[in-house]
Each structure stands twice: as structure tokens, then as C-alpha cells.
């Protein structure tokens, strides 16, 4: 998907995929609120207007992985190294309009590309769940996507496939043959004798 958009469409969906930050969070990005390693929320935009983030912890700070700091990097030296203000401001200085950049940009050309959109909100999905499938833990992905409610993260971030669940069986398998004392006992799930 980034190899088909042209800047800044690129940066904003990488913004938003690689922090798993909330579509009016990455509207709020501000420059001065990234040290290169992290972009601390402090702002959400709704409908044109700036709101505090949605729960306290949304105020945390999210981690920028090394891909996206060098991204972000070559967007600011692109748009006259700003110190401060919207990373990602419309030409009238105001945030970005994310609904119209997918609709006008995204949609047509990854389309074109064979590649299926599915919402901003996708990629805080996403995340979550490629994590997941990388074995973090479960409140480490609550913690990323800033959360206030583990619960949440597990049953509406955190996606399973079939293939997860055979690869799960497959590794448990695995580790039968390692453990020849291990036996089944009636009534019960596993024993080592």
C-alpha cells in the first residue's frame, strides 16, 4: 500500500499503521510532541474540533518504530523542517482531512493495486493483531494502543485466524515430542508425570 501513494498519503498511513493511533489522534500529531522515538498525544480532532484524547491513558505516548521516525523525518525535511505545529496540516494550516484523503487518494489508487481498503480504524486492528501473531503480550498491546481495558484489546483488537489456531496445535505437538512424560489424565487437561 505505501509503494502505490504519494506524499504525504504514505507518511499519514504509515502514521497510522505503525502507531495504531486513532484517525483524529494522527490529525492531532504535533511536531513539537516527537522526540524520535515517541509522539505523545495530546490532542484528538472530531468533526474540525480539537478534544482531549479519549481516556487518560490515550494520553500516553505511542513508540515510533525506526521505519516510521525515518519516514516522519523525510516528511518534515520535505515541508521546510517545522519545529512545531501539524505534522500533517492541510494547505490551510488546519489538521488534515483523513476522510477525504482516503476517499480523493487512497481508495482510487490502491484499488487500482489490487489492494482492498478497510478504514483508518483498520490499522489500530491490525497492529494489535500482528503483534499478537509476534507474541506480545496481551497488555503490552493494551498499553501501544493505549487502553484503558485489556478485556477490549482481546476481544475486539486482537484477531485470530484458523491458521493461528493450527499453528498453535502444530507447536503444541512440537512440544509433545519433547516431553515424553507428559500424559493425558482423565478429568484432567495435562499432567507430567
Known amino acids: 500500500m505505501l509503494n502505490v501513494l504519494p506524499e504525504p498519503a504514505a507518511t499519514i498511513v504509515a502514521a497510522a499503521a505503525f502507531t495504531g493511533a486513532r484517525k483524529g489522534e ?6 513539537e510532541n516527537f522526540d524520535g522515538e515517541q ?17 487518560p491513558k490515550s494520553k500516553a505516548p505511542v513508540p515510533v518504530v525506526a521505519q516510521l521516525a525515518e ?11 517545522p519545529g512545531n505545529g501539524f505534522m500533517f496540516p492541510s494547505p490551510a494550516g488546519k489538521p488534515f482531512n483523513m476522510d477525504a484523503l482516503a ?6 489508487l490502491v484499488t487500482k493495486a489490487g489492494v482492498e481498503w478497510h478504514g483508518w480504524h483498520a490499522f489500530r486492528r491490525g497492529l494489535a493483531t500482528n503483534l499478537y501473531r509476534l507474541g506480545v503480550s496481551d497488555k503490552t498491546i493494551q498499553r501501544i494502543l493505549r487502553q484503558a481495558n485489556v478485556g477490549v484489546t482481546q476481544n475486539c483488537y486482537i484477531k485470530t485466524a484458523d491458521s493461528d489456531a493450527t499453528a498453535a496445535m502444530e507447536r503444541f505437538g512440537q512440544s509433545l515430542q519433547y516431553a515424553p512424560n507428559m500424559h493425558l489424565v482423565r478429568g484432567q487437561r495435562l499432567r507430567i508425570m
Do not use: C, M
Open 26 to 31: 494522527v490529525r492531532g500529531f504535533l511536531w
Open 39 to 55: 509522539i505523545y498525544i495530546s490532542q484528538s480532532f472530531w468533526r474540525g474540533h480539537a478534544l482531549e484524547p479519549k481516556t
Open 71 to 81: 519516514r516522519l523525518e523525510l516528511h518534515r525535511s520535505l515541508s521546510g523542517n
Open 103 to 108: 476517499r480523493d487518494v487512497i481508495v482510487p
